[in-house]
């Protein structure tokens, strides 16, 4: 049985190509767990977008925090396009952790999935 349950959206939904611009990402975890854990995600970006405004920045960990059993939490955090974001699916991979009370890990669960970077206009 998974740890953790993660769902995701955007906001806007993609990012524009070759300008500087930055999109939401939202992730929910619903700890699926009978036990109380604590929860951090790692975000994995390609290097043509960011998670810095003003420098490269691939990889981030975000805190989500201390969940109950059938909880749900939500954390969200910034992707940065720029001159190097071309058109393409971007693949964003996100890593959830969870702790136990000892501090040890108790659970991991992946999820990869899709930024599209479009032109301005296309639709």
């Not at 070759?18 to 619903?30: A, G, K």
């Not at 790692?42 to 969940?67: C, F, N, Q, W, Y």
Request: aromatic residues 8%; neutral net charge; hydrophobic residues 35%.
């Amino acid at each position: 049985m998974a740890l953790f349950q993660i769902n995701h959206r955007f906001y806007p939904l993609r990012l524009n190509a070759f300008v500087r611009n930055e999109v939401e990402l939202t992730i929910e975890l619903e700890n699926e767990a009978n036990d109380i854990i604590w929860s951090e995600c790692d975000i994995i970006v390609p290097e043509a977008v960011s998670l810095a405004p003003d420098r490269e920045l691939t990889k981030g960990r975000v805190r989500v925090g201390i969940m109950r059993p059938r909880e749900v939490l939500t954390k969200k955090c910034k992707i940065y396009g720029s001159a190097r974001s071309y058109p393409e699916v971007y693949p964003v991979r996100i890593i959830a952790y969870g702790f136990g009370n000892d501090g040890s890990i108790v659970g991991r669960e992946e999820k990869r999935i899709d930024l599209r970077c479009e032109r301005l206009g296309n639709e």
